[in-house]
């Protein structure tokens, strides 16, 4: 009997699958995420304030103070103080969410907000902060793919998000397994076309970083690459990118291809490129091609083969 493999398992905050957490006793459940993303993802629920014990309901607290040394302290009294509480409890949890390929905040929370938190700074206040929760996640897990529920309903940041997390998954498995030269070279073959769409200059420095494969420390080389390989996703592909990339790919079956079948994928390029259609149609039928016309460069791609889930999560604008 086939075995199927692990879900993709994502932190979350706990208010945004419904769970009545807030300081109120109600939640902000996010039904995109608990209906589309749960589907496929295994959701793994924290409320910090919560964890450290303020319960519910609970005096609602906000961020004080300096960007780099903000305090959480009670909205209406001062004296409640719980910033220590809250680090410490990031910390004790970044040391057991381990096997994370993502994590979905709850945005503007003085607790798990990823960015633009409201900041008070006398009688004045600026969109400055970071939960402090999330601040610690973040800083223990630099790799992970983190996103607020706010800023999904922008498909651009969706996709992005989207495919950070299926990347770094696989990124995962691999350094789960017998790191080796060829491993790593292998993971970055199949990679290429995506590191591309996310611009040239991070596409040049992995090929730079891979160039050493068998030269250096497995780790340290491993190590290199994974900080660039997120840190290039984080860079937004374009839609004049994903072009060049689609460009590309037709360019590699130019010997293959009749005149009628280029320009066929061509118009799908430039309709893609004029907002006229998604990118999966010039993918789908560059797909097509390449199963009449293997090439061995192109072959395992994922930016033409992506996981099954990945494609029913994305959408490919």
């Given amino acids: 009997m086939a075995t199927l493999e692990p879900r993709i398992r994502i932190g979350i905050s706990s208010c ?46 906000h ?35 381990t096997d994370l390929s993502g994590y979905i905040f709850k945005s503007k ?83 290429t076309l995506a590191i591309l769409a996310h ?7 992995l090929g730079q970083v891979v160039a050493t494969a068998g030269k250096r420390p497995i780790r340290e080389l491993t190590d290199d690459y994974a900080a660039l390989l997120m840190q290039a996703l984080r860079r937004r592909a374009t839609v004049r990118r994903h072009t060049q990339v689609l460009m590309h790919l037709l360019g590699a079956l130019k010997n293959q291809l009749s005149r009628a079948d280029k320009q066929e994928v061509l118009e ?4 893609y490129r004029h907002d006229r259609a998604s990118r999966i149609a010039p993918i789908t039928l ?11 460069n192109i072959a395992g791609q994922t930016y033409l083969n992506p996981d099954p889930l990945e494609l029913k999560l994305r959408g490919y604008y």
Avoid at 78 to 86: G, H, I, N
Avoid at 156 to 183: C, G, I, M, S
Wanted: with cysteine; proline share 6%.
């Fill in 16 to 61: 945004l699958l419904g769970e009545p957490v807030r300081f109120d006793g109600n939640h902000t459940h996010d039904h995109y995420i608990t209906g589309t993303l749960g589907t496929v993802f295994d959701f793994v629920p924290v409320c910090p304030e919560i964890g450290i014990g303020l319960g519910v309901p609970r005096p609602t607290i």
């Fill in 63 to 97: 961020l004080v103070g300096s960007a780099d040394a903000p305090r959480a302290l009670g909205v209406k009294n001062a004296a409640l103080d719980v910033t220590d509480k809250l680090v410490r409890y990031g910390q004790r949890m970044a040391g057991k969410l």
């Fill in 109 to 191: 929370s003085p607790s798990c907000g990823m960015e633009q938190v409201k900041l008070h700074i006398g009688s004045r206040h600026k969109r400055q902060g970071i939960g402090l929760y999330a601040r610690e996640i973040m800083r223990a897990h630099p790799l992970l793919p983190v996103e607020e529920e706010g800023r999904l309903g922008d498909p651009l940041l969706r996709d992005n998000f989207l495919e950070r997390v299926f990347t770094y998954h696989r990124w995962q498995q691999l350094y789960a397994q017998r790191l080796t030269p060829k491993a790593l070279l292998d993971f970055h073959r199949r990679h």
């Fill in 199 to 205: 611009g040239t200059e991070h596409y040049r420095a």
């Fill in 268 to 271: 799908l390029i430039e309709d």
């Fill in 286 to 296: 560059l797909k097509h091609h390449f199963r009449h016309h293997p090439n061995d």
